[in-house]
């Protein structure tokens, strides 16, 4: 693997599954292609949901804002994360920035320092190993329906993702709770210590 190569695990653009709105499939899609395609490098990928208890956290330079900084207040989001060997590199197919983008970039431009911050806008981090993000995560997409039953946005037009174990935990990896779900729970000290 060449320096370029560690660096974009991605440059077949066939690896890439994209649906708007769907960033938690979307991440698993980018875990499940480096699964296949380069099986040593996933000890080194990560999927990390964005949220808080208010289920309100902005970011940056997403492309879904109309507005000149990029501004969305997501109730969560998912991105991917790759330690390679020129560094930590964040795989965000929402994101205005490069595809991928070291992680200090990302960080500074897209998530920022929350210490200005109205508290319930501060975001925690559940970081999940990728390998362990495919085994366990499930969505039957049901929360993206409306009261009516009507979609959100439109699904993926692949089958839901399910495990032996569950067809729905989504909420338990969106949640930010200690002891819920799989992973870890971090502030943003404790990500930018381990990926800056």
Not at 142 to 156: A, D, F, I, R, V
Request: aromatic share 12%; glycine share 4%; hydrophobic share 35%.
């Amino acid at each position: 693997m060449t320096d370029d190569d560690s660096r974009n695990l991605f440059s077949d653009v066939e690896d890439i599954i994209y649906t708007n709105c769907y960033c938690e499939e979307n991440v698993w899609h980018l875990c499940n292609a480096v699964k296949v395609k380069r099986h040593g490098e996933l000890c080194r990928c990560y999927c990390v949901f964005i949220s808080n208890k208010d289920r309100q956290i902005p970011l940056w330079l997403q492309k879904a804002s109309s507005s000149e900084d990029g501004v969305v207040v997501w109730d969560y989001h998912v991105i991917f994360i790759h330690i390679s060997h020129q560094g930590s590199f964040v795989y965000d197919l929402d994101s205005r920035l490069a595809f991928p983008t070291s992680f200090c970039d990302y960080f500074r431009c897209s998530i920022r320092p929350c210490a200005a911050f109205k508290p319930e806008f501060h975001r925690r981090f559940r970081l999940i190993e990728a390998e362990l993000f495919l085994q366990t995560f499930a969505s039957d997409r049901s929360h993206m329906l409306t009261e009516n039953g009507e979609w959100k946005k439109p699904p993926p037009c692949y089958p839901c993702i399910r495990t032996n174990e569950s067809e729905n935990n989504i909420q338990d990896f969106i949640s930010m709770e200690n002891g819920v779900g799989v992973g870890k729970v971090l502030n943003s000290d404790e990500l930018c210590e381990m990926f800056g």
